[in-house]
């Protein structure tokens, strides 16, 4: 079965970095497109970034450009979040996610697959 796996969210004082991993497993890789998502306490999941299954073309939601950028490997079936800059309304738990074929407008709909998410703690 297809499993998101991700890894890599701590506590980091703001102005700080980290880089989220998501490992999968189960699916063909090069034919989905990979993205980001976050929940804060209190809020809706809300889209991060994704980067397309063809041609690695990216898109953010305008509060993280700047300051983070997405990439995958698929040599390795994982994709990355490098989080520079971190805020404290950064603090949230991020998931991965993934859609077959997507393009990267439609990915921040109804993505197939989800991970089981990773807590991000930005202190002030």
């Known amino acids: 079965q297809v499993q998101l796996v991700e890894s890599g969210g701590g506590l980091v004082q703001a102005g700080g970095s980290l880089r989220l991993s998501c490992a999968a497993s189960?699916?063909?890789?090069?034919?989905?497109?990979m993205g980001w998502f976050r929940q804060a306490p209190g809020k809706e999941r809300e889209f991060v970034a994704a980067?397309?299954?063809?041609?690695?073309?990216?898109s953010y939601t305008d509060s993280v450009k700047g300051r983070f950028t997405i990439s995958r490997d698929n040599a390795k079936n994982t994709v990355y979040l490098q989080m520079n800059s971190l805020k404290p309304e950064d603090t949230a738990v991020y998931y991965c996610?993934?859609?077959?074929?997507?393009?990267?407008?439609?990915?921040?709909?109804?993505?197939?697959?989800w991970g089981q998410g990773t807590q991000v703690t930005v202190s002030s």
């Open positions: 189960g699916l063909t890789f090069t034919t989905v497109t």
């Open positions: 996610a993934a859609k077959y074929r997507s393009s990267l407008s439609s990915f921040t709909g109804a993505p197939n697959y």
């Open positions: 980067i397309r299954w063809s041609g690695g073309d990216t």
